[in-house]
């Protein structure tokens, strides 16, 4: 397996596979060893192939601007957008999600969708991370959510702070569960590395399907 590999002030390894072509690229810490780098791209192959196999096979969903009858992913369930003139508000109406703006247009849709999905992530992320933090030992100083390129969450550990990605609201619910977890246990060990998933087996030993479902980029 080819991989291109970059040494970079970061402090994680760092894996991506870029479509179109499916070629691997590696970021790392320049005091991590090359062992340590071949280690971890091969205790990631399986996951590789399957992106490649699936980047190769795919079309990339056409992005488009949001109109009133489009539907929306929320936590994995899918919403049709409506629009009444009104006070700015979005909430969930049975199957539809209700978008309110004194004047109809694109933007005003997406910034309603966002604010939808910011208003889900705060609801739900305390508890969890009150519930996690206790069952995995550590603490947290600070957490956020914010919409990420690249990932679905980082953890500052010096600062003891996570971020998570918005976009994690439009997936099940234990999505981002997950995400949480990756992002506690680099707590307990900074690098992707036999320690860091021997802790993710031990509290979350269904990661690895939950990931899968993060890596299918979803239909919108």
């Given amino acids: ?31 991590v060893s090359e062992r ?34 489009d539907t929306v992913p929320v936590w994995g369930s899918s919403l ?36 939808h999905l910011r208003e889900q992530m705060k609801a739900r992320i305390p508890a969890l991370l009150s519930e996690w933090e206790a069952r995995i030992g550590v603490k947290t100083q600070d957490w956020g959510v914010k919409k990420m390129k690249t990932k679905w969450g980082s953890c500052n550990i010096s600062a003891a702070r ?27 060990e900074r690098y992707h590395n036999a320690r860091f998933y021997a802790f993710m087996d031990q509290y979350l030993p269904g990661w690895r399907q939950t990931k899968a479902v993060l890596d299918t980029p979803l239909e919108t």
């Avoid at 780098?37 to 056409?62: C, M, N, Y």
Wanted: aromatic letters at 8%; a positive charge; one cysteine or more.
């Fill in 162 to 188: 996570i971020w998570l990605n918005l976009e994690l609201a439009k997936y099940p619910e234990a999505c981002l569960e997950y995400v949480l977890v990756h992002e506690l246990v680099h707590l307990l």
């Fill in 80 to 115: 049709c957008i409506q629009f009444q003139r009104g006070q700015y508000a979005a909430y969930r109406d049975g199957e539809s999600l209700l978008c309110r703006a004194p004047d109809y247009n694109h933007e005003a849709l997406q910034a309603l969708y966002d604010q």
């Fill in 1 to 31: 397996m080819r991989v291109s590999l970059t040494r970079k002030r970061v402090k994680n390894l760092n894996l991506r596979v870029v479509p179109p072509s499916g070629e691997v690229r590696v970021s790392a810490p320049r005091h």
């Fill in 36 to 69: 340590d780098i071949v280690e971890f791209v091969g205790s990631r192959k399986a996951w590789i192939l399957d992106v490649q196999q699936r980047i190769l096979t795919r079309e990339t969903p056409r992005r488009h601007s949001l109109s009133p009858g």
